[in-house]
């Protein structure tokens, strides 16, 4: 027997008749002898209904009642997935945020979890209940309502399966796993049967929006067993996500190719060659509350640098304009953007250990006749920049550079 | 300075514009020093499209979830018309009726209150908010969330101001207060500027639906002040409930005439003549959950008699059949039933101390001519029961006879 926390997000629960088959998927977990705690968003669209709501009153909404209202969502999803499981004759109890205390500081619509009492759940479980609890929410200190933010929800499943040192956590999703890369870009791409929590990090935060990055760090902070499957069609293995990389057994050296045109580059051009200017710089986008995130600076010459970043290109013209002025003040020569770009990235641990992943990266795109405008490295990724025309044909050579096609 | 709780119902909040009204009425009043809490229901058909959504995944809704489900209307409204009142730069805060923790039993669907913590809304009142909670809704002593039945809204109003000491309760509906009788049956029909608990209890349990049942009670327990207003068009003085008859300063002898065609009535003839035989057949109808309102028994002839008893039209097959095999059961001759009927009540505090209010009323009626199938009184009403076309014909003439266009 084990206990397993189950997280279906809002088109997994999105009408009756797929409440319905959660509910179904449920029962036969429950019948092999699992104990469950289920974790659900809002059904699909309601969450976006109630904040267009709200906008009609107030244009900027109070983030303290945008909360109280939009945590109705999930409220009512719990409900009903505790009916569909009665119906099924099992025992269920659904729980708000606040009625599990799931404790979060009061940063309200991005709140953080500081601790749940499992008490509760520990007592139903061993009654025989599933357990359904509302994601996205919490309350603060002083009982008021708080949210996670978007997809806050996976956070909830991870923070659960922590608090009650769950078997596993499974995410379902509208994907049955973590792929090489995107199958509509590479048909060849591949699901993953496992994957480590750093490349699922990189893979998450390069684009591949399967997991909130937030609940990953969780799992990996708690060393929760996660596992992404698909609420659709036959039921898989999904991709297990291995917080050690000793459980990954046939060691991969790349594990899949990340992408992302959602960005936008900034170049800030002869830039005084001193100390304090990168922080000169980024302060001001920082202090907008505009995400970066690659970052590259070359030597100097001259007593002049360039500095460059990306952000998201929905910031991009209030990043550009702050830097225009950012320019002016720290007497920087000039300041050129570009939003046609994209980003494409190799990622996996195996890269740590094995020289000529860069060479080969390179050599396949430079064959292609794809320039290279940025490049940075971690650990475990390569990233480059390039023309965002050549964003599909840099995914599918790559692929094809490191045979990621036939399985490690 | 007071304080004032105000309650509006499902079609005073139910739009954007119409939640936009009620905050600029509560600015109205706090503009005038008052201190202000504000009762709200879920906004009109919301309630109902929730029950729908749980019907179409059980049959029968588990309670509890349903009540889960359920109270997030209320918990939408009060997030939404504390954003109107910041909007219009007042302090405002809403809590649901978990964190304001009004107390109830485990009823769910049903449930009674127990208690109110108010200390909370105390804090933020002295603070300068206007306090927003949700109504119909509660929590149990194990946290479980619990609705108090329709109405409710009415019911935690009346209780948030006895919890809070406030100097008046003002229920605002889509009536501009309590009418001599209904004025689209008698134009003539007069708004009362007081009208006492107990006439209150009377016109509203005999069908003049402005205010629930058990508010009113409630009130009166608590010794609140209740007055009833419209949210609609001008400012009125609306009705004020007075519990203490000497509060009505001009004693009219009668307040209104109240009427009711939703009930039917069940005559068991030729019933033996002894003890027990009332609980013998009304027992039967009691345990089948089915309201029995006018209870009629006249002396017996022969040692048996006759007992009638009414009840909704909506379980009148259902009693009947039940009365039918009692009446085997217990020896009776015969059941006859009716469904074709109608009450008709003169209600008022002023009859106690003055006789000749039967008489009037059975002579005004003779003269047209309208048969009287069952009488009953209390201390502060006559009821008839007539033919269900005649109705509206009685209720004219009795309002004529007791010269209610008049003010007292």
């Known amino acids: 027997m084990s206990l397993i926390v189950q ?80 119906d099924l004759g099992l025992k269920a109890k659904s729980y708000t945020g606040a009625q599990v205390r799931i404790l979060t500081d009061n940063a309200y619509t991005k709140a953080r979890i500081l601790s749940i009492d499992e008490q509760k759940m520990r007592a139903d479980l061993d009654a025989g209940n599933v357990v359904v609890v509302a994601g996205f929410q919490g309350v603060d200190e002083e009982g008021n309502i708080t949210t996670l933010g978007r997809g806050g929800s996976d956070t909830t499943g991870v923070a659960l399966a922590a608090a009650l040192h769950a078997d596993e956590c499974q995410i379902y999703t509208d994907v049955d796993g973590v792929y090489t890369t995107d199958p509509r870009i590479v048909p060849e791409a591949r699901r993953l049967a496992t994957i480590t929590f750093e490349e699922m990090l990189e893979m998450a935060s390069l684009g591949s929006k399967v997991l909130q990055i937030r609940s990953v760090e969780f799992a990996g902070k708690y060393k929760v067993k996660l596992r992404v499957l698909s609420s659709f069609g036959a039921e898989g293995d999904g991709t297990l996500i291995t917080f050690e990389e000793n459980d990954k057994m046939e060691q991969a050296i790349i594990s899949g190719i990340a992408f992302n045109r ?147």
């Open 7 to 86: 997280k279906y997000g809002g088109t997994s629960v999105g009408s009756v008749e797929r409440l319905r088959a959660v509910a179904e998927r449920v029962a036969r977990y429950k019948a092999k002898g699992h104990q469950m705690v289920v974790v659900v968003s809002a059904m699909s669209g309601e969450t976006n209904r109630l904040i267009a709501l709200a906008k009609q009153i107030q244009e900027n909404p109070d983030p303290r009642e945008l909360d109280v209202m939009v945590s109705t969502g999930e409220q009512v999803t719990i409900a009903l997935l505790s009916m569909a499981l009665k």
């Open 262 to 408: 959602d960005e936008a580059k900034i170049t800030v051009l002869g830039v005084p060659d001193r100390p304090g200017v990168a922080f000169q710089i980024l302060g001001p986008v920082a202090d907008a509350n505009i995400d970066v995130d690659m970052i590259v600076q070359n030597v100097g010459h001259e007593n002049t640098t360039d500095f460059t970043f990306t952000v998201h290109r929905n910031e991009y013209a209030k990043a550009l304009d702050i830097c225009r002025k950012t320019a002016a003040q720290i007497g920087a020569r000039e300041v050129t953007a570009d939003d046609k770009i994209a980003k494409v990235s190799v990622v996996g641990v195996g890269m740590r250990s094995h020289v000529g992943i860069a060479k080969t990266m390179f050599e396949a795109l430079s064959r292609e006749g794809i320039n290279l405008q940025m490049i940075s490295t971690s650990e475990i990724k390569i990233s480059v920049v390039v023309e965002d025309k050549y964003m599909e044909l840099a995914v599918r050579v790559l692929h094809h550079a490191f045979h990621l096609e036939k399985a490690a």
